[in-house]
T-cell receptor, first 116, second 117 residues
């Protein structure tokens, strides 16, 4: 079946602009995760959803970052007033359930965000 | 707090050599999961293996093998007879099974493996 998809694959924006990054998880996966990966580093947790609700948003760096998953499937990561330091690869992952035995996460190809 | 350390930033080997990637972790939870992921140049993270904290059996899958030792908090990954296609960044990750950290994974900074022909 289809894997996790993310759009756009690349996003270039100017400092101060608003951006939305979209994630389509694997069908039937209830848990959805957002990570940010800077060059030379491992993915850094931002937020995860169980169904429609944000189960843990402790990784969001500040209130310019927000994510939603209104129908428990597609999720959108929103960044307001972008800054150059927001430039990174934004990864989305999904898993069949939160915790439990089936805890491996299936990652999408990522959205590379560049803030000029 | 949970932490994953991959001390080897870069490793370079010649094809057919065996190579071991080290991973050391810290967690307060008694039940957790450990993972290895591969990130090839194309960029997409590929899941390789998951281990549960209560299962210390080593595992072999083709040319890949994993050595999980709770006593030293290590989960090392060995590639036997390496191939050029193994060139990638490899990440070790930890996920706690319960509590406030349940579900989310903490990743190491990765080891870049280059296999030369």
């Amino acid at each position: 079946g289809a894997g996790v998809s993310q759009t756009p694959s690349n996003k270039v924006t100017e400092k101060g602009k608003y951006v939305e990054l979209r994630c389509d998880p694997i069908s039937g996966h209830t848990a959805l995760y957002w990570y940010r990966q800077s060059l030379g580093q491992g993915p850094e947790f931002l937020i995860y959803f169980q169904g429609t609700g944000a189960a843990d948003d402790s990784g969001l760096p500040n209130d310019r970052f927000f994510a939603v998953r209104p129908e428990g499937s597609v999720s959108t990561l929103k960044i307001q007033r972008t800054e150059r330091g927001d430039s990174a690869m934004y990864l989305c992952a999904s898993s069949p359930s939160l915790g439990g035995t089936y805890n491996e996460q299936f990652f999408g190809p990522g959205t590379r965000l560049t803030v000029l | 707090a949970q932490k994953v350390t991959q001390a080897q930033t870069e490793i370079s080997v010649v094809e057919k050599e065996d190579v071991t990637l080290d991973c050391v972790y810290e967690t307060r939870d008694t039940t957790y999961y450990l993972f290895w992921y591969k990130q090839p140049p194309s960029g997409e993270l590929v899941f390789l293996i998951r281990r549960n904290s209560f299962d210390e059996q080593n595992e072999i899958s083709g040319r890949y093998s994993w050595n999980f030792q709770k006593s030293t908090s290590s989960f090392n990954f060995t590639i036997t007879a390496s191939q050029v296609v193994d060139s990638a960044v490899y990440f070790c990750a930890l996920s706690e099974a319960r509590g406030t950290n349940a579900g989310k994974s903490t990743f190491g900074d990765g080891t870049t493996l280059t296999v030369k022909p």
